[in-house]
């Protein structure tokens, strides 16, 4: 099974639309979901990203080819293109560094970033990760995002997250 957390629901529809999931509800949590994908829409933030999180790990099973995912949107400096698809190798939240793979280096920040201090920055995958990293049972996870601004949050629109969301399944081969 395919777990998936994501912060938007702009965000799932791309995948709700490609894979063909239907909705119900986890707790207070939007659920979408097919015979091997569950998608879960956790809200903006930390805290939000890491009671999903953690609520798709207390509602399933956990197997050892169960596969955690965090995808979602983030800011980015001007080296990335908008668009780009990024693998989190390393998370840095409250100054502190948690390596988990190769990639790049994201900052989890707590409020909007307006300026370019960062290579990439978001709001939730600090949530997610803590949450993976505490359940031993948990073998695979992995943390994506698409370059959706260059710190201009403002920007954004629902449908421009979702058509970014949309443009990167094909490179992340969830099947």
Not at 108 to 118: G, L, P, T, V, Y
Not at 131 to 139: L, S
């Amino acid at each position: 099974m395919i777990y998936i957390v994501v912060a938007l629901k702009s965000e799932a529809q791309a995948l709700v639309d490609k894979y063909k999931l239907t909705k119900s509800t986890l707790k207070n949590y939007i659920l979408f979901s097919n015979k091997s994908m569950k998608l879960i829409v956790s809200g903006i933030g930390v805290e939000h990203s890491r009671l999903a999180t953690q609520t798709l790990i207390n509602h399933f099973d956990i197997t050892d080819d169960d596969f955690y995912l965090n995808i979602g949107v983030c800011g980015a400096n001007t080296n990335y293109a908008i668009g780009k698809l990024l693998k989190i190798g390393e998370i840095i939240y409250e100054d502190i560094s948690y390596k988990f793979s190769e990639g790049i280096t994201l900052h989890c920040k707590d409020e909007e970033i307006k300026q370019e201090n960062f290579e990439a920055v978001d709001m939730e995958s600090y949530g997610f990760y803590d949450a993976v990293i505490h359940n031993p049972a948990i073998k695979n996870f992995a943390i994506y995002k698409v370059v959706s601004d260059h710190y201009e949050p403002q920007n954004l629109t629902k449908d421009m997250v979702k058509s970014l969301i949309f443009k990167n399944l094909d490179t992340l081969e969830l099947f």
